[in-house]
């Protein structure tokens, strides 16, 4: 492959927030990191409580501490994909045989996202929690730092295609900015969210409803982009967007 499409990784970024292994949980992490709680009346509008914080001061607030919680699993994304990437570099001689394995790999994680086949083990769920969020703005990062950790079925097979990607790279660093507009598309969303809580869960039942069409969207994606890896074609913008 001559080039990796910084665009597909941010798009794989953009689908595994909607996963439904992540979106259900984007109400939680935001009360975690901002402080701010929520209530849903069925005949009223969702409310988020801000504890009696000022709402410039209560903007503020969520801003850094969202911006901090993105670089905390922005900082771990893009040194798996500094890892992936020099691990490339050191196989270099099998990467015709990488990048037909890779290829099959990313088609399998398609299918399995898809539901025509199932792999028990990425069925196994692993999430780390924190108690308590430590004091400040580095607590936010050191809890995006975590979220990181804490993979599921639906955004590991994603995540695991951007690092294959990531291993064909020629240089650690295309690695590291393929990880970097990866995390980008996980964490725009997120960030817009955190600044429109009571939109998102006014709208979250509906969203949820389409859900299996986003797991859709996601499998099928990655099955375009296994193909073109499996059959040598540059991954590059205009080779998918052109």
Partial sequence: MEQ???????????????????????PSYVSFITGVTFSYDAEKPVRAHRDGAHR????????INSLSFI?????????FGAAASTAGQV???????????GGL????????????????????ETRFHLKSKPAGYFGSFVAGVV??????????PILGSILVLAAHEESVYRGMLLLGAYSL?????????????????AYYKKLNRHIKYINL??????????????????????????
């Fill in 91 to 101: 196989f270099m001689d099998y990467k015709e045989v990488i990048r037909l394995i």
């Fill in 4 to 26: 990796i499409s910084l665009i597909s990784a941010f798009i794989a970024g953009i689908l595994s927030f909607f996963s439904p292994c992540i979106l259900p949980l984007i």
């Fill in 56 to 63: 410039d001061a209560h903007l503020q607030l969520t801003i």
């Fill in 147 to 156: 979220f990181s950790a804490g993979w599921t079925p639906c955004v590991g």
């Fill in 217 to 242: 969207a996601a499998g099928l994606f990655l099955l375009i982009v296994g193909i073109l890896l499996l059959v040598n074609v540059a991954l590059s913008s205009s080779a998918l967007f052109y």
């Fill in 71 to 79: 670089a905390g699993f922005s900082f771990v994304f893009v040194i």
């Fill in 185 to 201: 598309g996980l964490g725009i969303p997120f960030f817009i969210t955190s600044l429109s809580i009571n939109s998102f869960l």
């Fill in 105 to 124: 790999l990313i088609i399998v994680f398609a299918l399995f996202i898809i539901g025509i086949i199932k792999i028990p083990f990425l069925n196994f």
